[in-house]
């Protein structure tokens, strides 16, 4: 494949999304690919959103029925987020309202090296944006050029969400918090992300389903407390590596033995530490493990479990235990209503094979969970591996050698932006 990836025919995925928008939002898409942020704190992200909705700000105008700006912006407190509501500006039938739509991209990237040789790669080591968020803030950037562009059809208001810490600092929780529901002065009805995938996935393909789509994460560190000694006399000492090991095992078998197959549970233990000799009993031991689940009967049943066995076990040894959560994400379900509206609206723009049901859920986790806890919609998957390459081959996300293909950064926009088109007015209650 050539890695110097030059810049792909604008529409080639979304023909109908207009020429220049489609070229703005790949160009913007590669500016973002070279200067990654992590976490809570994407400064320079931050400012380069804000840069490009400036414009926006300007074309859409004023809103007739508030006297306000059609399209206002807000920046987060505590962290770098971006939220910007978009009034519709399409007259509504008598007795209806506007609903709120929210589209969420995200900004944050990774602790990873990026070794694809891309010409518009980041210049300095340590950080890439290895899973495609790039693509979805430009992405949405995209959307809201269309919609401002429409916003005369557009009968709902936009809310959108540019959402720093998605991999590490659960930003979306943090923007609700702020007050990202509430941000058209009304709750929001529903909710779309997409999310791009460099492998698996064909290229230009949207997928989803209806209940859960990703797995809650519950990341968890246990320390067994115990009392040091030579490694001489263990007797004399209460040792915790043996008990600690005892719980990586007894895991296992609550995995095997307490949870249904057909509604499955993963418990990995990625670390274990304790001493630092041979000979010397140590007064603690430490693991880290994540927990993986599919609804939420699971997620507290196997929370419950495994604070009882490593408790269990540590007191049956006469020792302590102590659990700490790392991070916590619930399960992201999926509105079946939203999927099927999801569905129509590609099906309808791209034709039939544009969308695919996913079989089952995918074990990886996503924050956009919490909102689908509170709002109605859809989490959907889009296909960008580089064109000519095989998904089953191709570096997935993560991957230092993942390459996304920024054609569908178009087709992201443009879906976007036709799910807030087409959702119809509400009853004004």
Do not use: K
């Amino acid at each position: 494949m050539d890695r110097t990836a030059p810049t792909p025919p604008a529409n080639a995925l979304a023909p109908d999304l207009p020429e220049d928008i489609a070229r703005e939002a790949i160009a913007f898409r590669r500016r973002l690919h070279g200067h990654p942020e992590l976490d809570l704190h994407l400064p320079r992200t931050q400012a380069a959103v804000l840069e490009r909705l400036e414009a926006l700000r300007a074309e859409a105008g004023e809103d007739a029925a508030t006297g306000r700006p059609a399209l206002e912006t807000s920046v987060g407190r505590a962290l770098s987020s971006v939220v910007v509501v978009l009034r519709g500006g399409a007259p509504l039938p008598e007795g209806a309202r506007r609903p709120v739509v929210l589209l969420r991209g995200d900004m944050d990237a990774l602790p990873v090296t990026e070794e694809t040789g891309l010409e518009y790669a980041p210049s300095v080591p340590g950080t890439m944006h290895a899973c495609g968020h790039d693509l979805h803030t430009a992405g949405l950037y995209g959307a809201l050029a269309w919609l401002v562009r429409r916003r005369g059809e557009l009968t709902a208001d936009v809310v959108a969400m540019f959402q720093p810490g998605e991999e590490t600092g659960g930003g979306a929780l943090h923007m609700i918090q702020e007050g990202l529901l509430e941000a058209a002065g009304r709750p929001v009805d529903a909710a779309y992300a997409i999310h791009v995938s460099s492998g698996t996935y064909p290229r230009g393909v949207l997928l989803s389903r209806p209940g859960a789509i990703q797995a809650g994460c519950d990341d968890l560190v246990v320390t067994v407390h115990g009392r040091g000694g030579h490694g001489s006399v263990p007797h004399l000492a209460q040792d915790p590596v043996p008990v600690a090991a005892e719980m990586v095992l007894a895991l296992q078998s609550v995995v095997t033995r307490q949870f249904d197959a057909f509604d499955p549970v993963v418990a990995t233990v990625g670390h274990l530490s304790a001493g630092t000799a041979a000979n010397i009993i140590p007064d603690s031991a430490t693991l880290a493990l994540t927990l993986r689940t599919f609804s939420a009967d699971a997620r507290a049943r196997l929370l419950s479990a495994v604070e009882r066995l490593v408790h269990g076990i540590a007191a049956a040894h006469g020792m302590s235990a102590q659990v700490r959560t790392d991070c916590a994400f619930p399960v992201t379900a999926n509105d079946p209503d939203a999927v099927a509206f999801v569905r129509g609206v590609v099906e309808d723009l791209y034709g039939a094979d544009a969308y695919r049901e996913l079989p089952e859920p995918e074990p990886g986790s996503e924050d956009f969970s919490e909102v689908l806890q509170r709002v109605p919609g859809a989490y959907v998957l889009l296909g960008a591996v580089p064109e000519g390459m095989d998904p089953d081959e191709a570096p997935v996300n993560h991957s230092p050698q993942a390459v996304f293909d920024d054609a569908v950064v178009p087709r992201a926009a443009q879906v976007l932006a036709e799910l807030a088109l087409r959702t119809a007015p509400v009853p004004a209650s």
